[in-house]
């Protein structure tokens, strides 16, 4: 009995640890108060492109600073390379 007891503890400590994971991924992309939309503008080049190309979306600036972080990449002068204005 007290086996499976501790088996039911572990179980909900690990489902509550992963819950925790999960909000914790997640909470760059929540909004929060003074958060404001902005233009996200990505320029990128891909090898075997000639000119560089610009993609402009509306985005929070919580996202857009996530983004800018994570994506980038590459440098401008001598390849393929993204970059992310807010």
């Given at each position: 009995m007290h086996g499976r007891l501790n088996a039911n503890r572990h179980d909900?400590?690990?489902?509550?640890?992963?819950?925790?994971?999960l909000l914790l991924l997640l909470l760059p992309f929540l909004s929060y108060p003074g958060d404001y939309e902005t233009e996200m503008k990505i320029r990128f080049r891909e090898a075997g492109m000639r000119a560089a190309r610009t993609l402009i979306?509306?985005?929070s600036k919580a996202v857009c600073s996530e983004?800018?972080?994570?994506?980038?990449?590459?440098?401008?002068?001598?390849?393929?390379?993204?970059?992310?204005?807010c």
């Open positions: 909900v400590l690990a489902g509550a640890l992963l819950v925790l994971a979306l509306p985005e983004i800018q972080f994570t994506l980038a990449d590459g440098d401008s002068e001598t390849g393929p390379y993204t970059r992310v204005a």
